[in-house]
């Protein structure tokens, strides 16, 4: 969208009301796909911020109540259909912690999500984050020195996640694999929960 697009739809009284009826029976019916695709409107239309967090926050909720369900039947999340969106939703929050330097929330967050999700970039990805973060190494520090933002071939379901490095992946976890293991024998409690 354009500028001129993105100022019509923040002034068009009938889609806000589309999106708040939206928003209001995506909650009422737990539904994360469509929350999500409210939450991404609203952001890119920088609506109002406390309904985004409210949206945000629900979609949190959900998410951990369903991957709760998931994970007490011993089953992981693939990343299909709404298991991309669960997954999305505790790695956002992982990377929220992140954010805040709150590494160990973010290192916890991230060690529980690659025990549960079933794609094996995907987890390796995830226990670089473990390890770096075990390092306290902050988000922009992180994207700056370790983060390959020049790849354009990433898969689809990969599109919401750092799977692409400026080093070789399974070369790392080998170099850090006593950290990583020092790391599963402390956070490993959290899956016995």
Same mark, same amino acid.
């Given at each position: !969208?354009?500028?001129? =697009? @993105?100022?019509?739809?923040?002034?068009?009284? *009938?889609f806000l009301k589309f999106l708040e009826e939206?928003? @209001?029976? $995506?909650?009422?019916?737990?539904?994360?796909?469509? !929350?999500? +695709?409210?939450?991404?409107?609203m952001l890119i239309l920088d609506l109002e911020e406390?309904?985004?967090?409210? @949206?945000?926050?629900?979609?949190?909720?959900? $998410?951990? /109540?369903?991957? +709760? &369900?998931?994970v007490s039947q011993d089953k992981k999340l693939n990343l299909e259909d709404e298991n991309l969106l669960l997954v999305r939703a505790l790695y956002e929050h992982g990377? /929220?912690?992140?954010?805040?330097?709150?590494?160990?929330? $973010?290192? /916890?967050? !991230?060690?529980?999500?690659?025990?549960?999700? *079933?794609? =094996?970039?995907? /987890? &390796?990805?995830?226990?670089?984050?473990?390890?770096?973060?075990?390092?306290q190494m902050n988000l922009d520090e992180f994207y700056e020195k370790k983060v390959n933002l020049d790849v354009n071939d990433i898969k689809e379901e990969h599109g919401y996640f750092i799977v692409n490095f400026k080093f070789d992946i399974d070369e790392y976890l080998v170099s850090n694999e $006593?950290?990583?293991?020092?790391?599963? =024998?402390?956070?490993?409690h959290l899956l016995e929960a």
């Amino acid at each position: !969208m354009n500028k001129d =697009e @993105l100022q019509e739809a923040r002034t068009n009284p *009938d889609f806000l009301k589309f999106l708040e009826e939206n928003r @209001l029976k $995506a909650i009422e019916n737990d539904d994360l796909a469509l !929350m999500y +695709e409210t939450l991404d409107s609203m952001l890119i239309l920088d609506l109002e911020e406390d309904k985004i967090n409210n @949206l945000y926050q629900n979609i949190l909720k959900t $998410a951990f /109540e369903k991957i +709760e &369900k998931i994970v007490s039947q011993d089953k992981k999340l693939n990343l299909e259909d709404e298991n991309l969106l669960l997954v999305r939703a505790l790695y956002e929050h992982g990377i /929220e912690n992140w954010s805040y330097d709150n590494f160990d929330g $973010a290192k /916890e967050i !991230m060690f529980v999500l690659s025990n549960i999700v *079933d794609d =094996e970039l995907l /987890e &390796k990805s995830l226990n670089v984050l473990v390890i770096v973060l075990s390092n306290q190494m902050n988000l922009d520090e992180f994207y700056e020195k370790k983060v390959n933002l020049d790849v354009n071939d990433i898969k689809e379901e990969h599109g919401y996640f750092i799977v692409n490095f400026k080093f070789d992946i399974d070369e790392y976890l080998v170099s850090n694999e $006593a950290i990583l293991k020092k790391e599963y =024998e402390n956070l490993k409690h959290l899956l016995e929960a």
